[in-house]
């Protein structure tokens, strides 16, 4: 891999993740942009304890362009875009409109492919393996960031979910603080060690799905499954089974691998409801241990966190979404359509022949 490091017009940094050690990327951004401002503020919730990031700013930002005005696609002749380049393998940029800036985080974009009518799953596990070495080294680099708590890589897929650029990416955002999604893992680990012993509450989790009946698909390095008390119709979390707290742990042989594993998986979420449903609206989230000091999860270290992936669709049968209403949106108390060992069972009909 290859790494190159410039700026856009307005000062923005963006990077060039080549296969080729012999890739020039001296091309200059020339747009007339202003210097970005942004109004992003983080006001916390005195009855929740949560945070929320306020910007307003990004009511401002690209919505559907057509396929000739994506900013996602290389800059060819006239038409300048967000890589000045006029081609890439994978690129990654602070967003101009983002919704963390400052003492306040930041948030990049993670361009995948410079072709824009693909999706990741129809990447090749070469270029696949590039964009882990991006996630890798992109939370390396955040993580030494003052005002960084924690990295969160993912990707949005589909306009079903809210996606407003069609081309395929995903984000990083880099949190000033941990978030709650996390803290709450993080305090059943604690409450799982104090209780138990000792033992560690995600291998526990990982030992008891290897045993049961909701593996979707395993590997040497790898497995993914169907969670217990999954949230949403099709939920399968990819798990390292060698606990590592973030994307830098990861061995040589379970880097190798991935590609194959999330390639699979991706694909069967696609052929889950049919061809007339191709593709799937889905969301990919990366967890990783917080950067931050851990005193308030009582005995609770960074490397008792395990790294994993978990998607999921809001797609829930053939024509129909999984709407947050009332229960969800109100109380945050899910409720499933669709029986987790049901899901998996369906998940490991549409393997790959």
């Not at 985080?105 to 999706?119: L, Q």
């Not at 996606?163 to 880099?174: D, E, F, M, N, S």
């Not at 169907?226 to 798990?239: D, F, G, I, N, R």
Request: with cysteine; hydrophobic share 35%.
């Amino acid at each position: 891999m290859k790494k190159t490091s410039t700026r856009l017009a307005d000062g923005r940094e963006l990077i060039y993740y080549d296969l080729r050690d012999d890739s020039v990327r001296d091309a200059t951004d020339r747009r007339p942009l202003d210097r970005t401002v942004t109004t992003s503020e983080i006001r916390r919730d005195p009855l929740l304890g949560d945070s929320v990031a306020i910007a307003s700013h990004r009511q401002g930002r690209t919505y559907h362009p057509p396929a000739d005005e994506c900013p996602l696609c290389p800059s060819a002749g006239d038409r300048l875009s967000e890589i000045p380049d006029s081609s890439y393998d994978v690129v990654v940029f602070e967003n101009r409109f983002p919704s963390l800036a400052g003492d306040s985080g930041r948030c990049e974009v993670v361009c995948f492919t410079s072709d824009h009518n693909a999706s990741f799953g129809e990447l090749t596990e070469e270029q696949v393996g590039l964009v882990l070495e991006a996630w890798t080294d992109r939370t390396s680099e955040l993580s030494h960031l003052p005002s960084v708590e924690q990295v969160f890589c993912f990707e949005n897929r589909g306009a079903e979910i809210g996606v407003t650029l069609g081309h395929p990416h995903g984000q990083i955002y880099a949190y000033p603080f941990t978030t709650p999604r996390t803290a709450l893992m993080l305090r059943s680990a604690a409450t799982h060690k104090e209780m138990t012993g000792g033992e560690n509450l995600f291998d526990a989790v990982l030992e008891r799905e290897l045993a049961g009946e909701r593996v979707v698909l395993e590997g040497e390095h790898w497995v993914a499954f169907v969670p217990y008390a999954a949230h949403w119709p099709y939920e399968v979390h990819l798990y390292p089974k060698r606990r590592v707290p973030d994307l830098l742990g990861l061995d040589e042989g379970a880097r190798t691998e991935f590609p194959k594993v999330y390639l699979e998986l991706l694909r069967r979420f696609d052929r889950i409801f049919g061809e007339s449903e191709s593709p799937a609206p889905y969301i990919a989230a990366w967890h990783q241990a917080p950067f931050g000091a851990l005193e308030e999860f009582d005995g609770v270290v960074r490397e008792d966190f395990a790294l994993h992936l978990e998607l999921f669709t809001i797609r829930r049968t053939s024509g129909k979404l999984k709407f947050l209403a009332g229960s969800e949106s109100g109380m945050n108390v899910f409720i499933n359509d669709v029986p987790p060992e049901r899901a998996a069972e369906r998940l490991r009909e549409v393997a790959s022949s």
